[in-house]
């Protein structure tokens, strides 16, 4: 079954770290691009960041620019997202989404159902 | 950066409404445009690509139109499972960027 299911999400304090997690299962993962898209309670969808599926090339939102790594491991078809200097403007469920094509214009064919990151003291 | 404006962001309607959502560029983007359905609680789905491209499973009252800076998306009959949030978004460049969103409630 094709799918991606995130993980690694909870309650952190303003200032800390947290690692999403999104593994990847029924297609081939290193083929496409994977990009993190997160959603603020109440508020529309955010872009944050996008890897090539080498992992040679990253894109990032300026919101979190210096902030955030994306990164990969095509042997275990898991994309990452390192997330340092938390802020509460931070708090939102993240999704992980698969790119459509190998082709520079990718749209989301494919999301995870999210995982919650709670910026809080 | 592309800027995107979408509107109605909250649109009132009956089953068995037509139903228009437009979407506005700051630029040129040719066709490199995408809809999303997302209900409460659950991730976006993709309803449209290529500005007019119904994906794969998605209801035939759905379609899109439209091409460089200016595209609608059209319900034709609204249905009961239609009741929900849309976006739009860009994939011509980075960032890439999605609209505002719009509810769409029953009336």
């Known amino acids: 079954e094709v799918q991606l299911l995130e993980s690694g999400g909870g309650l952190v304090q303003p200032g800390g770290s947290l690692r999403l997690s999104c593994a990847a299962s029924?297609?081939?993962?290193?083929?496409?691009?994977m990009s993190w898209v997160r959603q603020a309670p109440g508020k529309g969808l955010e872009w944050v960041s996008a890897?090539?599926?080498?992992?040679?090339?990253?894109y990032y939102a300026d919101s979190v620019k210096g902030r955030f790594t994306i990164s990969r491991d095509n042997s275990k078809n898991t994309l990452y997202l390192q997330m340092n200097s938390l802020r509460a403007e931070d708090t939102a469920v993240y999704y992980c989404?698969?790119?459509?094509?190998?082709?520079?214009?990718?749209?989301?064919?494919?999301w995870g159902r999210g995982t919650l990151v709670t910026v809080s003291s | 950066v592309i800027w995107m404006t979408q509107s109605p962001s909250l649109l009132s309607a009956s089953t068995g409404d037509r139903v228009t959502i437009s979407c506005r560029m700051s630029q040129g983007i040719s066709s490199y445009l995408a809809w999303y359905q997302q209900k409460p609680g659950k991730a976006p789905e993709l309803l449209i690509y290529a500005a007019s491209t119904l994906q794969s499973g998605v209801p035939s009252r759905f379609s899109g139109s439209g091409s460089g800076t200016d595209f609608t998306l059209t319900i034709s009959c609204l249905q009961s499972e239609d009741f929900a949030t849309y976006y739009c978004?860009?994939?011509?460049?980075?960032?890439?960027?999605f609209g505002q969103g719009t509810k769409v409630e029953i009336k």
């Open positions: 890897i090539s599926g080498s992992g040679g090339s990253t």
């Open positions: 978004q860009q994939y011509y460049s980075f960032p890439r960027t």
């Open positions: 029924g297609f081939t993962f290193s083929s496409y691009a």
């Open positions: 989404a698969k790119a459509s094509t190998v082709t520079p214009y990718w749209y989301f064919d494919l």
